[in-house]
């Protein structure tokens, strides 16, 4: 089988580390870094919209939005995501890597514009078309997923590939980081120039008409990243595995993978299927549904989708109640003692700080260690040390809401998100992009990230709802009684439990050709392809 495979598979399998693969990383990632910001600049923004569109006049708080609302500005993204990935990932496998790249990415421009430009006479309607374009934004961002990984994945040579493809989501935490900068210095200009009494003050007053120009700019300013990649993203040739192994054609995908390689790499000849043995031929043929698919990569679909599944429900959840824990531990000022510019910048600041100190260098680790650890180890690495921080923040709760314990709470949650990152969040999103076939293999990407998203929204929604007080007295406005937070964290370290236990159904793909993973180099792909492109299947890591 090794002395079959295709030529220019080999070479991108063995290449050293280049240049290119870095312009890869750069052009594949800023699509995330966009993703990122686009994704989790609303959470800035919320209390700002409240604010703005929902004052009461007299009440003694600020004006919120109501859950149903809340819960729609929020995860309306999510469900446009979950969409985008399925829709986009098939897509991928159909009409090329390349092709829908560039959709996706138009797609992101013109509906952040879209969303910051949000009209109308009332409340209703300006959320209205906020929702709209953020359904749409969610559905370019979802077509990112599968397709930055597999890009990637395929660009990539077999020792490093881990790193590159963990780079590029990695890309996702500078992309929070520049969300909550971007917010800072944004509410500190306005801040400067537009000066107002807080709230408890004159409630009126402490809104200035100028701050309806805050929320619109930060989520705009999502289209400058996407539309500075486009171009370059449109001068990358496909990638050689699709174009060998799914396009069948050998030639194009030498001479492609020549330029990127700078070496020559000669094409090979395609040869009459009929020199393969027939039996060899029939299994290439299986498709996603089929008993075939079910038995040669079923459970590690599963494994794939139940993991970033469980990942994803205590990743955003506790993204989405970020702000209420700052409050709570007091890093945000009880709102009525603030004007809504001050908020703005509060929040913006507790959220880039947990960014600076958590997130970013939780992926940077699995960058620089999944080569060497492999996926399996840190996805359960990671599994079992958010288990223990979240039952180390559950169990005694309320010795970490006293005053002086403030700053071990913001420890040990800094701690979970840096073995989510360090850990399923990163691993997630890599291992689907190496063990499936090429043909399946954006799909199964799609299905897999579309499986996290639905994760997701049951964490952003359900512990919206779930982490109200059981009392009903002291619950957010509109909400109906939860289970408290402390029951909250202790029903997310159950969930983190479970996700050891489905990552055992994950192969390890470290140092392995994409072939050699997902079968493709022992089937008649050849036999479909002719001669010895059938081998390429073998396609190594390109």
């Not at 749409?136 to 490093?160: C, H, Q, R, V």
Request: glycine share 10%; proline share 4%.
């Amino acid at each position: 089988m090794g002395n079959d495979q295709l030529q220019v598979l080999n070479a991108l399998d063995v290449a050293k580390t280049q240049w290119y693969h870095f312009t890869a990383i750069i052009i594949a990632g800023m699509g995330f870094f966009t993703d990122a910001y686009d994704l989790f600049c609303i959470s800035l923004v919320t209390k700002l919209l409240g604010r703005i569109y929902y004052h009461v006049d007299g009440a003694l708080k600020p004006g919120t939005l109501p859950p149903n609302v809340a819960a729609a500005v929020n995860g309306v993204a999510f469900v446009g995501t979950l969409a985008g990935q399925l829709f986009f990932g098939w897509l991928g496998d159909k009409m090329g890597r390349k092709r829908v790249y560039g959709m996706t990415l138009m797609l992101m421009v013109i509906c952040s514009i879209g969303s910051g430009l949000s009209f109308g006479h009332n409340s209703h309607s300006v959320m209205t078309t906020l929702c709209f374009f953020r359904f749409w934004l969610g559905f370019g961002i979802g077509g990112d997923y599968p397709l930055s990984a597999t890009i990637m994945s395929e660009y990539s040579n077999k020792k490093t590939r881990g790193a590159f493809v963990a780079a590029v989501f990695a890309m996702q935490g500078f992309g929070i980081l520049g969300g909550g900068m971007f917010a800072i210095i944004i509410s500190l200009g306005f801040k400067a120039k537009f000066d107002a009494p807080p709230y408890e003050v004159d409630p009126i007053k402490s809104t200035v008409p100028q701050a309806d120009f805050i929320w619109r700019i930060v989520l705009m300013v999502g289209a400058l990243p996407a539309a500075l990649t486009y171009y370059w993203r449109m001068k990358m040739p496909e990638t050689a595995r699709y174009t060998a192994l799914v396009a069948k054609d050998t030639t194009q995908a030498a001479s492609d993978m020549s330029k990127v390689l700078q070496m020559e790499i000669e094409a090979e000849a395609q040869k009459p299927a009929a020199q393969t043995p027939k039996e060899n031929a029939s299994p290439s043929a299986y498709g996603l549904f089929s008993k075939e698919f079910l038995h040669r990569h079923g459970t590690h679909l599963l494994g794939t989708t139940s993991t970033w599944f469980l990942l994803d429900i205590a990743f955003y959840s506790q993204n989405l109640f970020q702000k209420d824990i700052f409050s709570a531990i007091g890093w945000i000022p009880p709102a009525a003692t603030m004007n809504a510019i001050e908020e703005v910048f509060r929040i913006a600041r507790a959220q880039t700080l947990i960014a600076l100190c958590s997130t970013v260098p939780g992926y940077w680790f699995t960058v620089a260690f999944i080569d060497k650890m492999g996926r399996f180890a840190i996805q359960l690495m990671g599994f079992f040390f958010m288990t223990v921080f979240m039952f180390a923040l559950a169990i005694p709760y309320h010795h970490w809401t006293l005053k002086d314990n403030r700053i071990g709470f913001v420890v040990l949650y800094s701690l979970t998100f840096f073995f989510a990152n360090f850990g399923p969040n990163a691993t997630t999103f890599v291992v689907p992009a190496e063990i499936f076939p090429a043909r399946f293999r954006s799909t199964c990407h799609g299905i897999s990230s579309a499986s996290g998203k639905l994760g997701a929204m049951v964490g952003a929604f359900g512990f919206l709802y779930l982490a109200q007080n059981p009392d009903k007295n002291k619950t957010d406005a509109g909400y109906p009684p939860g289970i408290g937070v402390k029951n909250s964290l202790l029903l997310l370290g159950g969930l983190n439990f479970l996700g050891i236990l489905f990552t055992f159904l994950v192969p390890e793909a470290k140092g392995k050709s994409l072939e050699e993973m997902s079968g493709e180099n022992e089937d008649g792909t050849i036999g479909e392809m002719g001669g010895q492109t059938s081998s390429s299947a073998t396609v190594s890591h390109v």
